[in-house]
């Protein structure tokens, strides 16, 4: 018996061959598509999940009450680790970590790694197994450091044997020897923390200078609670030891009139699980994990999925009616429901088996690009999970159910009759239509999504950012030797090329550069009675000219005046701040005794993300304070000789550190990476959404003008232009994707609307874009679906009247 079935459904199947290419194509297309894209979702869901304590273990945030709102901070100073474990009950254990670069030497190779300083306890909390070395404790005294595979590799150029070798470290301006105690595990890819080389937090520069100052804030806290001790349970207990050790914070906030928060508080310590801690976001003024992206990128798949399925199953129900014969025929002979079902739900399975497969062996062969396209370390085993293909199973399963099932279920309740004469009453195909409206809906949200991200990523790009980001190269000062040496032997190098204007230098990046870096210095003072608060640059001479940034008022630092060391610039969101008609009368005193003068304001420009708004901003130059970018401004006309001369000069200054120089146009762009990706992944599903959705309105308009050959004809005969015979096939089909632009809109309009607040300067959210978006939906509708139906309205009428 399932031998017959197996031989009717292969002959059913190459008797509408267009029509099983159609599912075949389309079913494979989505399924390598959807697999790649689950795939790159589940490893971003995947972070941090692999720790085995992840249930108990946090990092720790510290929510301030201030004049200007809730302000989040997850920086904390040197003694709060070890105070906490002292004074507040319910604590396993606590580590403090920085993340810093290592600047390694071995036999006369240096290198530049990724180092992170941590107490030893950082490894209780976190699961980095050891390869070889002391398993239970990697560092184990204050000399040792642990290292990576991967390091081991770089350093040695093995990892046999490397426990015990010695290594030096350059710590601030001191060069100091180590000894490698363990080889650790490499990181894995779905890290939140990542590192190369692990060191004592004890041997960190700043580290004695800042031992005992509550005010100093540099490093990140985890912490993992005792067993049965709840996240509310930890902050209650944590309320006096906040009060006692953040007292005077407290009552300058007070002073300063910030408003306490919904349990009276104005300083609060929180816990971010550590499996969150990747999709966590402070910068509201509230803790928000958002998992949009990967769920965005699931979702795309799914839809992917469905729309390919509701193409599947509306072919199915309009090719049943091409078999009542076939099943009239075979109820007469005896047959019953059950027989009839099984035989359709056999030949859906079929058709899904076969482009399963397939779909399987397309995404194995587009993985490499796929990955290199969007940045993912993401692999087939995260999509091989037991979980994952249970639910697949289970999906595969439902729809195959209504595809074969649905069409059988109708021709059951046929009369064998009925079946013989070979009209089936489909009603008004509601169904059909509903699948259709729901995947025009759908298109019409995705092509929406695309015009707006993109519209979104181009007004960033091309924003004025207040500062020259075009004619600018920014080089990480990764070597050993002193920062503000190397900037002037930079200059000496290259003051000759009449192609190089300028050289400076700063301790912050703009953008993020080729070393990953992205970060900025905040400070606090009190100015007259009231605290301040401001983003804190190091800077070198020349800085506003070589990035172009206008003077509003004053000058820059000078080499003609000896005491701009004691001199500071700020923006203008500073002097907004400091609240002086004449921002260069303030002198600022400081806790050490110091007081600085402003000596200029510049105009604000946007020295963070693009996505922020402009915060105040305080320039220094000092040179007890290290830079660590050198910027050279280079002539627009020979950019690309210019950039070889840059890093053929740092080879010579430098040359046995890694030059890392790029422009500042492609540090901004690495700011909205991920919007970017977010914008191709969408672009990529509206595509094949569309394509998708054409193939099944192509197919199933072939069904119809096959059903409606004989009314053609009869129209064309009593002198039916071929217009008239086109608009009237096709105007079901654009009512359709007209009702899924209605519905499609406000769902569009109101998402995008929220993801456009994330960003402090966006894009206008015209209706132009979504009525782009559904003028393309029925452009590429009426494309589809006209084709077809011109050339049945071209057909000479009599073929079309020997239908029978």
């Known amino acids: 018996m399932f031998k017959n079935y197996l031989k009717i459904a292969w002959r059913n199947l190459v008797k509408n061959k267009v029509f099983t290419l159609a599912n075949i194509v389309g079913l494979t297309s989505a399924f390598a598509v959807a697999i790649l894209l689950a795939m790159t979702a589940?490893?971003?869901?995947?972070?941090?999940?692999?720790?085995?304590?992840?249930?108990?273990?946090?990092?720790?945030?510290?929510?301030?009450?201030?004049?200007?709102?809730?302000?989040?901070?997850?920086?904390?100073?040197?003694?709060?680790?070890?105070?906490?474990?002292?004074?507040?009950?319910?604590?396993?254990?606590?580590?403090?970590?920085?993340?810093?670069?290592?600047?390694?030497?071995?036999?006369?190779?240096?290198?530049?790694l990724d180092g992170d300083f941590v107490d030893a306890s950082f490894f209780e909390i976190f699961s980095f197994p050891t390869l070889s070395g002391d398993t239970k404790n990697p560092i184990p005294d204050k000399n040792s450091v642990a290292i990576t595979e991967e390091s081991a590799e770089k350093i040695f150029g093995t990892v046999q044997n490397v426990v015990g070798k010695s290594i030096s470290l350059q710590l601030g301006k001191e060069e100091r020897p180590f000894t490698i105690s363990s080889v650790l595990k490499d990181v894995p890819s779905n890290s939140s923390i990542n590192f190369d080389i692990v060191i004592p937090f004890e041997n960190h520069p700043e580290y004695e200078a800042n031992k005992d100052r509550w005010d100093s804030h540099f490093l990140e806290v985890y912490l993992q609670l005792d067993e049965g001790m709840t996240v509310a349970q930890f902050e209650e207990n944590a309320t006096p030891f906040t009060q006692l050790h953040y007292e005077g914070s407290i009552e300058n906030s007070i002073r300063d009139g910030a408003v306490p928060d919904a349990n009276g508080k104005?300083?609060?310590?929180?816990?971010?699980?550590?499996?969150n801690m990747h999709f966590a976001s402070y910068r509201s003024g509230v803790a928000v994990v958002n998992r949009i992206f990967p769920y965005l990128i699931l979702g795309i798949a799914l839809v992917i999925i469905f729309i390919v399925s509701a193409n599947f199953i509306n072919m199915n129900i309009a090719l049943s009616e091409n078999r009542l014969k076939e099943i009239g025929m075979r109820k007469t002979l005896g047959a019953i429901k059950r027989q009839l079902f099984i035989q359709f739900w056999l030949e859906s399975i079929f058709v899904f088996a076969t482009s399963i497969i397939a779909g399987l062996v397309v995404a194995n062969l587009l993985l490499k690009p796929f990955k290199t396209l969007f940045r993912t370390r993401a692999t087939f085993a995260d999509v091989t999970q037991p979980s994952v293909l249970i639910l697949f199973a289970m999906i595969v399963f439902c729809i195959t159910l209504v595809a074969g099932g649905y069409p059988a279920l109708l021709m059951s309740k046929l009369s064998?009759?009925?079946?013989?004469?070979?009209?089936?009453?489909?009603?008004?195909?509601?169904?059909?239509?509903?699948?259709?409206?729901?995947?025009?809906?759908?298109?019409?949200?995705?092509?929406?999504?695309?015009?707006?991200?993109?519209?979104?990523?181009?007004?960033?790009?091309?924003?004025?950012?207040?500062?020259?980001?075009?004619?600018?190269v920014s080089i990480p000062l990764n070597g050993k030797k002193d920062s503000y040496r190397v900037v002037e032997l930079l200059r000496n190098e290259l003051k000759g090329n009449p192609d190089i204007l300028s050289v400076s230098g700063a301790d912050?990046?703009?953008?993020?550069?080729?070393?990953?870096?992205?970060?900025?210095?905040?400070?606090?003072?009190?100015?007259?009675?009231?605290g301040v608060i401001t983003n804190a640059l190091t800077v070198d001479y020349d800085y506003a000219k070589t990035l172009d940034l206008e003077l509003v008022a004053g000058r820059m630092f000078s080499r003609d005046f000896a005491t701009d060391s004691l001199g500071i610039v700020i923006n203008e969101a500073m002097a907004k701040q400091l609240g002086e008609e004449d921002p260069l009368s303030v002198k600022i005193p400081m806790d050490d005794g110091t007081t600085f003068s402003v000596i200029g304001v510049v105009k604000d420009y946007n020295f963070q993300e693009v996505s922020r708004a402009i915060q105040p901003l305080t320039l220094f130059m000092n040179n007890d304070w290290d830079l660590y970018y050198a910027y050279v401004k280079i002539a627009p006309n020979n950019i690309t000789n210019s950039f070889e001369a840059i890093e053929k000069a740092w080879g010579k200054i430098e040359p046995q550190a890694e030059f890392l120089g790029s422009f500042l146009d492609e540090n901004v762009d690495r700011t909205f990476r991920r919007e970017k990706t977010m914008a191709t992944i969408v672009t990529s599903g509206s595509v094949l959404g569309i394509l998708l959705s054409c193939i099944g309105l192509f197919a199933i308009s072939m069904l119809v003008v096959a059903q409606r050959t004989k009314e053609i004809g009869v129209r064309k005969v009593i002198g039916a232009s071929i217009s008239s015979v086109v608009l009237l096939l096709t105007k079901d089909f654009l009512k359709l994707v007209g009702i899924a632009f209605v519905i499609a809109t406000p769902i569009a309009w109101y998402f995008l609307n929220d993801w456009l607040q994330n960003y402090a300067s966006r894009v206008a959210l015209s209706p132009l874009f979504f009525l782009g978006a559904g003028l393309l939906a029925v452009f590429i509708a009426f494309v589809t679906v006209g084709t077809r139906t011109i050339k049945a309205a071209s057909a000479n009428p009599v073929k079309s009247l020997r239908t029978e």
Do not use: W
């Not at 300083?267 to 499996?275: D, E, N, R, T, Y």
């Not at 912050?508 to 009231?530: C, E, V």
């Open 266 to 275: 104005y300083k609060q310590f929180h816990l971010m699980p550590i499996g």
């Open 508 to 530: 912050n990046n703009l953008g993020m550069g080729r070393d990953g870096s992205l970060s900025s210095s905040a400070m606090g003072f009190d100015y007259k009675g009231k």
């Open 416 to 472: 064998a009759l009925k079946a013989l004469k070979g009209k089936l009453d489909l009603g008004k195909n509601r169904l059909r239509n509903s699948l259709i409206v729901l995947q025009f809906t759908i298109a019409i949200i995705l092509i929406s999504g695309t015009l707006v991200l993109h519209g979104q990523i181009e007004f960033m790009r091309n924003k004025d950012l207040g500062y020259n980001k075009d004619q600018v």
């Open 42 to 112: 589940l490893f971003e869901l995947s972070y941090d999940q692999f720790h085995e304590n992840k249930g108990s273990s946090y990092q720790l945030y510290l929510s301030n009450q201030t004049p200007r709102g809730t302000e989040i901070g997850t920086s904390n100073p040197v003694p709060l680790a070890p105070s906490l474990i002292e004074e507040v009950s319910g604590i396993k254990q606590v580590t403090r970590a920085l993340s810093e670069d290592a600047l390694v030497t071995y036999d006369q190779k240096e290198l530049n």
